[in-house]
């Protein structure tokens, strides 16, 4: 049997992907979260091959008992303090991301871990220099602390691959959406009011840009890594690269929803909130081999799983 550690299991795509590796009864999962941002309504059910651990994995003897105990194939670091508005008022928790970064690491090595794999996320590259965002030439300039952190955690993976031969393989994340992500996020946040109809708030203008990636074709695109070892000591971005304004889709989900919310735009945001967003998923469709679902799509079987996170954060 294959043993796999979810960090963050109990979060939005920590547990998609737990859901999606447990119908392979040869995997033994095992998901961990303080849940200071998960919430256990989240964790798979039903599954004899599945384990729930609460821990902080910036507890380093707390890591090193449980990935002693159960020596992990593989593990997902995907803990994380996540959300724009809470990473920026709260940056020395932030900051704390790099003990659980460096716990996983030591601990994956004395315990023979066979590859980790590391959420990255697009904020690595900060306010965008050229397009689409390419994995190899697009520059990590930005200087928020979450961005920092997430860039340090590269830097990390490839230094203990270096120094120890540990492999990993690095996930950046762009906006990924779908049921049970929380409404703290645009998606869910647009959606929640809609179906009120409730007044739908946008920071500035609405005219900056982003890509949003259904759950789904992220956790495929990431199982069949797993299953096929590919990317092996490198990064991929993990996103969609069909852009839409932020207006855009406001309207759209309204549209959606056939709801009677209004607009309201706020001033925009001091810091956080780049212009555009686009990813190079060159190599991602590649890997994914089918078409990705797009955004309408999407947001459709979000409103049919009734799983849209009102209430859980």
């Known amino acids: 049997m294959r043993k796999i550690l979810i960090t963050g299991g109990a979060g939005f795509i920590g547990s ?34 599945f384990l729930f651990i609460k821990a902080d994995v910036n507890d380093r003897a707390v890591v090193s008992d449980i990935m002693t105990t159960y020596k992990f194939d593989y ?37 023979k871990v066979k590859k980790v794999f590391y959420s990255s996320s697009s904020e690595v590259y900060g306010e965008p220099v050229e397009f689409p965002q390419n994995e190899e030439t697009t520059p990590l300039n930005s200087k928020l602390p979450y961005a920092v952190v997430k860039n340090l955690g590269e830097v990390f993976l490839k230094s203990y691959y270096r120094e120890y031969g540990l492999p990993y393989t690095i996930l950046r994340f762009f906006n990924t959406y779908g049921p049970k992500q929380s409404k703290n996020f645009v998606i869910s946040r647009f959606l929640c009011f809609a179906l009120k109809n409730q007044d739908i708030t946008i920071y500035g203008d609405g005219m900056q840009t982003r890509t949003f990636c259904y759950i789904d074709d992220n956790v495929d695109t990431t199982v069949r890594i797993l299953e096929n070892n590919l990317c092996e000591n490198s990064v991929i971005n993990i996103g969609n690269d069909n852009e839409i304004s932020i207006l855009e889709l406001a ?13 309201v735009f706020l001033p925009p945001l001091k810091e956080g909130d780049m212009t555009r967003r686009y990813p190079d998923i060159t190599k991602m469709r590649k890997i994914l081999n089918r078409p990705l679902v797009s955004l309408e799509e999407g947001i459709k079987k979000i409103l049919e799983t009734g799983l849209l996170d009102m209430e859980l954060e």
Not at 257 to 262: A, H, L, V
């Open 16 to 49: 998609s992907l737990a859901d999606k590796l447990l119908k392979n009864k040869e995997n033994f999962v095992v998901a961990v979260d303080d849940l200071s941002t998960g919430h256990k309504k989240k964790l798979p059910s039903g599954y004899d091959n």
């Open 251 to 263: 309207k759209l989900i309204i549209d959606i929803t056939g709801s009677r919310s209004k607009l």
């Open 75 to 111: 593990v997902f670091h995907y803990a994380a303090v996540v959300g724009v508005k809470r990473t920026l008022e709260n940056p020395l928790l932030v900051l704390r991301d790099i003990e659980g970064i460096k716990n996983i690491l030591e601990t994956s090595k004395n315990t």
